[in-house]
């Protein structure tokens, strides 16, 4: 049941920027009352990645499905709606498309404010949605947001009030394992099958380089690392006889996973020197990367800082986030 403190506020959050088709109602900004999510990985590994046009028209049919359970979960909670809140503008354009204007249609019927979310941004609200987290990180913090479209390093003022310190200049942390898992026939989506491949392996095997990882600024370059994994496999692939071909492929897999992770490492620890941050916070799907926070608190321990990363699913996309992120805005 519904409390009925009216300072209490309810946020109805809608996200299909990808293909993750989800809906929540989160209060006050933390406490998810319900959420229904339909993940669409595996229409898509087929592909070998995510086709925008399939994803648009997934979510359509997913929204159908999902609906009439979300709505009479939350029925009780209905009239309290203060806002519907949608992960807008960024993502694939079909598909963020389908959830802007299923999010009016919501908005207009209960007659409440339609706030227009950056899903960016809102990945570095997982652990303000993740219950495990009791304690929430104080403010301010170091934000590292590496999803599959976005690598980012922010100093956080406030939820709202950031200043972007660094970004990749080509592609993200998460396409970039995307991109070697499918050049090493592993599937999609990459990050987790790299991650568990690379376990069999010797992240020491093989060394790559990565462009701007001693630069003198917090941006980031992946593709070049793409690339060198890509002529290594191509280079080294035939000349290893087939009873061996695993442990090949699960050692690139654990040297790539090393090499990007310590660039991320590297970037993150110059910020936190720099801007003299105690607090470091993370979001996007790569967060769920245990070898990442392994290496993050290894790495960062002569600085005494916090780590906060939240758990699966709130590393990742899903309508919590977006409910949740938008209580900043009421
Ligand atoms: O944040 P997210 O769910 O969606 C976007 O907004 O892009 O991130 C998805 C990305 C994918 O590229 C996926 O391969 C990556 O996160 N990812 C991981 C792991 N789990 C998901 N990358 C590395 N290790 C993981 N365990
Ligand atoms: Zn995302």
Redesign the pocket.
Known sequence: MATKNTKDKYILGVET??DETSLALVKNGTDIIEEITISQAKKHAKHGGVVPELAAREHIKNLKQLAPDFFRNIKTYIPRINAVAVAAKIGLPPAVAVGESYALGLATKLQVPLLEIN??IA?IWGVWVDKDFIVKPDFPFLGLIV???HTILAKFETPTQYTILGQTLDDAA??T??KVAKLLNLGY????I??KTAKQGDELAYEFPIPLKDSNDYNFSFSGLKTSVLYFVKKNKGLVPEYMQEFFVADVAASFQYTIIKALVKKVYKALKEHNLKTLVIG???A??QRLLDLLYQETKDLDIQIFAPHIPY???NASLIAGYAYNFL
């Open positions: 920027t990808c899903h960016v990945h999803s599959g479209g998460g396409e394992f995307d989506p990459g990050g987790p790299i991650e996007g799907g790569v769920a990367n590393a990742g996309d």
